[in-house]
């Protein structure tokens, strides 16, 4: 059989660093986002209705001065629900509006209907609320001592920890925390409902799941799926955060729109939004590590505790995948991790770019780190010493081989690179004679699974339509959200079909086009969607080829398709040609494309089996320096050696590894978020949380792509590249937590929560 990217070898669009698809109408103001879309006469607008409290019942909801207002028409509450008052999540734990009490401030309890944004703002600041405070729980660690949960603790093993333990020559133990991420897309959350006919619905919503979207609208309303259409044609960003809670949105929105029999649409301003959205989990741990001489990990006991806040919404699996990633690039002989999802008075925390692998993969790291220092060995050696093997110590503690391991050659290729043993040694000598600003340097690599974790989201479908004119539309069921994947799916089919690029167009995402879609998330959105547009578009080329075939007197597999010709042993024609003729014979111009990711498999009651298809690869060399006075701290300098495999597009490839990896800096050094003894948020505006700006690129920062294809039968030999890059940022707090312990010269690990705000530097420094 041939292998699918057998033929986009030599191809004049795969593996070319091509434009964004849209990259002309983002500078040119002309991209079209939810919030641009022309309003249908007699379009309402809906603000919500917030709760000022983290805990409390909810005694009533005085609504009268708010309908005083001018330009408001009514309010919703939760007795206007026609069909289901709870979401239709997996856990079925989270009401649509509050209703008898309220769990967090800024939980949503009902909407102003007005007619203009502002007015609806304005008045949902005039309900009154009645609510009796309760007690709340605000940390992970206080839900857990409560054993409040929003899912039961899970507990993986392999071997036996204790007794590794107690083998083990040397022992250390430890806690920290690490802090959540607002997404802070510049899009926010968005949605516009528009009641159709015969009780139908069309909802534009700003999301990365519509299927989800459109089922969330049905339960709501109490109408089937069939009768809710929702598109997206792009995001203004979504990282995770556009995953399940774009549907809160929609679910309003339609609901508004239902009560009062108009168009409703909704937006959130910066300050709700942060306050009504979920961020990425917060973490804290317990760990005790047994090691030999050598810096070798003998046994490993860890404890998570994830903060949840007050629903489930995707905290399973994010806590799944902070265990199967709590090995990293490690092999782990005997461990034992127990994993408690708590449940807490705060906003519902959500998928956030890596789903819980980051909060892993820091604590594994954390970990070396402090063994390193306790050994006074240089942490790099460290972590080579614990790598996975490639014919042995090479199975996970969820039991799935490491088969395609290119660590060890990776690192080796990195080290020589950013001459890390020169560096290392000169960093040395400034730190003797600098008694102010001290530097560190890191090397962390990254192995970081790619599919689904639920084995039954690892399916796509798609559409490929060829016009009588020659000119391709592809319709798939993933989104965009800035990432290239409407570009990527493009090339791929231009290459099947073996037309130029500009002649393929990408069309929004459509409930009512690819049905059953799943999220674009997990990084397997080109994965995914990419092999179905090529199957898809190769169904055409096929039904062509076969035409070609016999007016030509040839074998279909003679037929070639390149840069907009067909060609076969005796004739060249145009692509534009053949499709007029072919047309004309009544040969079918368009098909649908379905994948499915092969191989894979797992017990979900165990967490064991093959939950991923392959591991793409990754390490990054960073340097920091510490203001040892002010805990202040600088990235100067990074240099990257990523694993992509064979890249359908460059540049977007290495765009998505610097975007990750910067904003994974902004996780570890400066996105600090603060809730109050009182449960609100003080940290929600860019006044108060601080994302990276283009002043905190390093002044060198060096990206390359190991040049190898996925090892995999992947679509085109590539390897996802939306998530594996943000956790290479890891090495910038290791630098950081080695410069602090070069600062305290006293061979003693070094406990520091993250973020690296100066804050917890310099509490750190005084350890």
């Known amino acids: 059989m041939e292998s699918p990217h057998a033929r986009t070898q030599h191809s004049p669009a795969v593996a070319v660093p091509l434009a964004h698809e849209s990259a002309r109408a983002h500078v040119s103001g002309t991209a079209t986002y939810i919030d641009d879309i022309p309003e249908i006469k007699g379009t309402l607008h809906a603000a919500p209705i917030l709760s000022t409290v983290a805990r409390g019942k909810l005694r009533g909801v005085d609504v009268a001065a708010a309908l005083a207002m001018p330009g408001v028409r009514d309010v919703v509450l939760a007795r206007d629900i026609p069909g289901d008052p709870v979401l239709a999540t997996f856990v079925h734990d989270e009401p649509v509006f509050a209703q008898g009490e309220v769990n967090h401030v800024g939980q949503v309890i009902g909407l102003v209907v007005a007619d203009t944004v502002m007015d609806a703002r304005r008045a949902a600041r005039k309900v009154v609320l009645d609510i009796e405070p309760l007690p709340a729980i605000l940390t992970p660690r206080e839900a857990h001592a409560q054993q409040s949960y929003v899912l039961p603790p899970v507990t993986v093993r392999r071997g036996d920890a204790d007794a590794a333990l107690a083998r083990s020559k040397r022992r250390l133990q430890g806690q920290f925390e690490v802090g959540g991420q607002e997404h802070f897309y510049l899009e926010g959350q968005v949605a516009y409902a528009i009641p159709k006919e015969q009780r139908g619905w069309h909802v534009h919503s700003s999301t990365q799941h519509p299927g989800e979207v459109?089922?969330?609208?049905?339960?709501?309303?109490?109408?089937?799926?069939?009768?809710?259409?929702?598109?997206?044609?792009?995001?203004?960003?979504?990282?995770?955060?556009?995953?399940?809670?774009?549907?809160?949105?929609?679910?309003?929105?339609?609901?508004?729109?239902?009560?009062?029999?108009?168009?409703?649409?909704?937006?959130?301003?910066?300050?709700?939004?942060?306050?009504?959205?979920?961020?990425?989990?917060?973490?804290?741990?317990?760990?005790?590590?047994?090691?030999?001489?050598?810096?070798?990990?003998?046994?490993?006991?860890?404890?998570?505790?994830?903060?949840?806040?007050?629903?489930a919404d995707l905290s399973g699996p994010v806590a799944d995948r902070a265990i199967f990633h709590t090995d990293n690039a490690y092999f782990l002989s005997d461990v034992e991790i127990v994993s408690y999802r708590c449940r807490t008075n705060v906003q519902s925390h959500t998928a956030f770019r890596g789903f819980g692998g980051p909060q892993g993969v820091i604590l594994i790291e954390a970990i070396l780190g402090n063994i390193a220092r306790t050994l006074a060995l240089d942490p790099l050696d460290v972590r080579k010493r614990n790598l996975y093997g490639v014919a042995e110590r090479n199975v996970t503690h969820y039991q799935m081989k490491v088969e395609d391991n290119i660590l060890a050659p990776l690192i080796a290729r990195l080290e020589e690179h950013s001459r890390y043993r020169e560096r290392r040694g000169r960093i040395a000598a400034w730190n003797a004679k600098s008694p102010v600003i001290k530097r560190g340097l890191a090397i962390t690599p990254v192995k970081f699974g790619i599919s689904f974790t639920a084995t039954l989201f690892n399916q796509a479908g798609a559409l490929v339509h060829v016009y009588t004119d020659g000119s391709v539309q592809v319709n798939h069921g993933g989104t965009e959200m800035g990432q290239g994947l409407n570009t990527k799916i493009a090339q791929l089919v231009a290459d099947e079909?073996?037309?130029?690029?500009?002649?393929?167009?990408?069309?929004?995402?459509?409930?009512?086009?690819?049905?059953?879609?799943?999220?674009?998330?997990?990084?397997?959105?080109?994965?995914?969607?990419?092999?179905?547009?090529?199957?898809?578009?190769?169904?055409?080329?096929?039904?062509?080829?076969?035409?070609?075939?016999?007016?030509?007197?040839?074998?279909?597999?003679?037929?070639?398709?390149?840069?907009?010709?067909?060609?076969?042993?005796?004739?060249?024609?145009?692509?534009?040609?053949?499709?007029?003729?072919?047309?004309?014979?009544?040969?079918?111009?368009?098909?649908?494309?379905?994948?499915?990711?092969?191989?894979?498999?797992?017990?979900?009651?165990?967490?064991?089996?093959?939950?991923?298809?392959?591991?793409?690869?990754?390490?990054?060399?960073?340097?920091?320096?510490?203001?040892?006075?002010?805990?202040?701290?600088?990235?100067?300098?990074?240099?990257?050696?990523?694993?992509?495999?064979?890249?359908?597009?460059?540049?977007?490839?290495?765009?998505?590894?610097?975007?990750?990896?910067?904003?994974?800096?902004?996780?570890?050094?400066?996105?600090?978020?603060?809730?109050?003894?009182?449960?609100?948020?003080?940290?929600?505006?860019?006044?108060?949380?601080?994302?990276?700006?283009?002043?905190?690129?390093?002044?060198?920062?060096?990206?390359?792509?190991?040049?190898?294809?996925?090892?995999?039968?992947?679509?085109?030999?590539?390897?996802?590249?939306?998530?594996?890059?943000?956790?290479?940022?890891?090495?910038?707090?290791?630098?950081?937590?080695?410069?602090?312990?070069?600062?305290?010269?006293?061979?003693?690990?070094?406990?520091?929560?993250?973020?690296?705000?100066?804050?917890?530097?310099?509490?750190?420094?005084?350890?």
């Open 214 to 311: 459109q089922h969330w609208v049905a339960h709501a309303l109490g109408i089937e799926n069939n009768a809710v259409t929702v598109e997206c044609r792009r995001m203004g960003g979504g990282f995770g955060g556009k995953e399940t809670q774009a549907g809160h949105l929609a679910v309003w929105a339609a609901l508004a729109a239902h009560k009062c029999g108009r168009p409703v649409k909704m937006r959130l301003d910066r300050d709700d939004d942060f306050l009504v959205t979920g961020k990425r989990h917060p973490f804290a741990y317990d760990w005790e590590a047994g090691f030999d001489d050598s810096g070798l990990l003998t046994a490993l006991k860890v404890k998570m505790y994830a903060n949840c806040g007050f629903s």
């Open 497 to 767: 079909l073996g037309v130029p690029f500009e002649r393929v167009r990408s069309t929004a995402a459509d409930t009512s086009k690819v049905p059953n879609a799943s999220a674009t998330a997990a990084s397997s959105g080109t994965d995914l969607n990419g092999r179905a547009a090529q199957y898809a578009a190769r169904n055409v080329r096929d039904n062509l080829a076969a035409f070609v075939a016999g007016l030509d007197n040839c074998g279909a597999g003679a037929v070639g398709f390149s840069r907009g010709q067909v060609i076969t042993p005796a004739n060249t024609r145009s692509f534009d040609e053949v499709v007029k003729a072919a047309y004309a014979n009544r040969i079918q111009l368009w098909s649908h494309g379905f994948y499915r990711t092969p191989k894979i498999h797992y017990d979900k009651t165990t967490l064991t089996g093959r939950p991923f298809y392959y591991f793409a690869y990754g390490a990054a060399c960073s340097e920091v320096a510490v203001d040892t006075l002010t805990g202040e701290s600088r990235v100067l300098a990074v240099d990257i050696l990523h694993d992509v495999g064979t890249p359908v597009n460059p540049a977007i490839d290495i765009g998505q590894i610097e975007g990750g990896f910067i904003q994974g800096v902004g996780w570890l050094t400066t996105e600090q978020l603060v809730w109050n003894d009182k449960g609100v948020l003080t940290t929600h505006a860019p006044s108060t949380y601080k994302i990276p700006t283009s002043g905190d690129v390093p002044p060198h920062f060096d990206v390359q792509l190991w040049p190898e294809a996925n090892r995999e039968d992947n679509v085109g030999g590539s390897k996802a590249v939306g998530e594996p890059p943000f956790m290479l940022a890891i090495s910038v707090w290791e630098a950081i937590r080695e410069a602090v312990a070069q600062a305290r010269g006293d061979g003693r690990p070094v406990q520091m929560d993250a973020p690296a705000t100066a804050e917890n530097v310099l509490k750190a420094l005084g350890a």
